[in-house]
């Protein structure tokens, strides 16, 4: 009798045989799900443990990112609750890396799709609209530490050349809305001026920074649930006037679920410094020009940032950004305040 006709014998080795298919596919899944695991760690790059994250950036080379950004901005005067001026400004920027190394990588940000409405008068319009036909035509190429931290504009001469060609421009819309003389001999004078500081680099970088400084000035950090982090700040002026500052960043929260985690930041500079700060900033850019009777001992100004920042865990983009800034400005008991806000949505 051979042995696997055996009734008994049979049952016995179909039942051993399920019980290993039963054994294999159990093993098979806990494979599986330890390669999950396994990858979910590596993929979390900036998680380094369940309280604490970094914020670098691990961009990878010609990769691609689309924002779409919306600006607005609202001044008030006096103690208004109602805005007398908002501008809603809308537009996409494009973010590519040319190149990576060890140190830095090179990227390029386009501009896309710009838009503005505004309850200013149509001058005004007309400026922003220029403005956008403008930004719609030029790139901005810019360095970044080994973190992903802003370091340094690329394309200064092509910067330059982009702002005075914005001036012209402004320059002609409001030539022809004002009709008074001396109006436009002063307007002429402010406007050599302006184009004078297109020399100045310092100058060039503060026109063209703020989606690059509002997305990429805080990498290379590492931050603990819950645990504020401060530390010192140095605002960058014109002519090398600088502002000191101060600065507190907070995560808040971190989704491992989906890779994110979530993190503010609020900053300001010191009252002093902003005061010997516009002093300067006058006595440089008016010179010879400015009134001999200008006083600006009495100007105050308050400025505040608040942010909010959601990064990936995994490559270090931010998924979403916020940021708004608050300016009141006070003169002879005048006061304007001016909030500008700005929200990024990675597509």
């Known amino acids: 009798m051979i ?26 899944l806990c494979l599986l799900h330890l390669s999950i695991c396994a990858q ?27 924002y779409h950004v919306k600006h607005l901005n609202e001044k008030y005067k006096g103690q208004a609750k109602k805005p007398y001026s908002i501008e809603n400004i809308e537009y996409d920027i494009t973010i590519r890396v040319l190149d990576s190394t060890d140190t830095s990588y090179t990227m390029l940000m386009t501009y896309d799709n710009y838009s503005v409405k505004s309850n200013t008068q149509k001058d005004k319009y007309q400026l922003q609209q220029s403005f956008g036909e403008v930004v719609e035509s030029f790139d901005i ?19 330059q050349d982009t702002y005075l060609k914005l001036l012209d421009q402004i320059k002609e819309i409001m030539l022809e809305n004002i009709k008074d003389k001396a109006s436009k001999s002063e307007l002429e004078t402010v406007f050599t001026l302006l184009r004078q500081s297109a020399i100045n680099e310092d100058f060039i970088k503060l026109m063209f920074m ?24 140095l605002y960058p002026g014109l002519n090398g006037i600088t502002m000191d500052g101060s600065a507190e960043i907070l995560l808040k929260s971190i989704d491992k679920s989906r890779g994110i985690a979530s993190y503010s930041m609020t900053k300001k500079p010191d009252q002093e410094s902003v005061k010997a700060y516009i002093e300067s900033f006058a006595s440089v850019f008016f010179g010879s020009n400015m009134d001999k009777g200008a006083d600006f001992s009495d100007v105050r100004c308050s400025i505040k940032t608040k942010c909010e920042h959601s990064m990936s865990l995994s490559t270090g983009w931010m998924s979403k950004v916020k940021i708004q800034d608050n300016t009141t400005i006070t003169h002879d008991e005048k006061k304007i305040k001016h909030v500008e806000t700005w929200e990024y949505a990675l597509q």
């Open 3 to 28: 042995l696997k006709d055996h009734p008994s014998t049979f049952v016995y080795c179909h039942h051993e045989t399920i019980d290993a298919v039963k054994l294999l596919y159990f093993f098979l």
């Open 40 to 66: 979910a760690q590596v993929d979390l790059v900036n998680l380094k443990s369940p309280k604490s994250i970094t914020t670098i950036g691990y961009f990878s080379l010609n990769e691609s990112k689309v």
């Open 141 to 159: 190429k810019f360095f970044t530490d080994e973190f992903g931290a802003f370091d340094s504009l690329q394309n200064i001469a092509e910067l």
């Open 210 to 233: 703020d989606d690059i400084s509002n997305l990429f000035s805080t990498y290379g950090i590492e931050l603990t649930l819950n645990k504020p982090m401060e530390f010192e700040l």
